[in-house]
């Protein structure tokens, strides 16, 4: 049983891109598939599959590179973080944060313009 679902997705994620593997098999979620599904319309996942209770996620490569490598867990179970739409805007750069919001799971690009804050889950780069 993993005690932090979202989390040890993001973190599988992450190993098999520095590993090389373009494929990642974890338990089916709702909250791991809507990441997921932001993940892919960001462009750094190919494809998602519900398989039974899993969920299997294609990872994407450009130039045989990794899309998604530089990534960090912003909230853990111990410590949840938590941003108002005033501190999402204060991020610069090409890096954005995943957010929960009361509507759903959103980067802080979509935070920003729906004038939403939440629970800062990770932020990519």
Request: charged share 30%; glycine share 8%; hydrophobic share 40%.
């Amino acid at each position: 049983m993993v005690n932090y679902p979202i989390g040890d997705f993001l973190i599988k994620l992450k190993n098999a891109a520095l590993a090389g593997r373009s494929e990642v098999v974890m338990p089916y979620s709702k909250l791991v598939f809507k990441v997921a599904e932001l993940l892919k319309k960001e462009k750094y996942l190919r494809d998602i599959k519900k398989s039974g209770g899993d969920l299997v996620v294609d990872l994407a490569y450009m130039k045989k590179q990794p899309v998604l490598v530089e990534m960090k867990l912003v909230s853990k179970p111990g410590r949840r973080v938590y941003k108002k739409v005033d501190q999402l805007k204060k991020l610069k750069g090409l890096s954005f944060y995943i957010i929960s919001t009361p509507e759903g799971v959103m980067t802080s690009k979509e935070a920003i313009k729906k004038n939403l804050g939440g629970e800062v889950i990770s932020e990519i780069h």
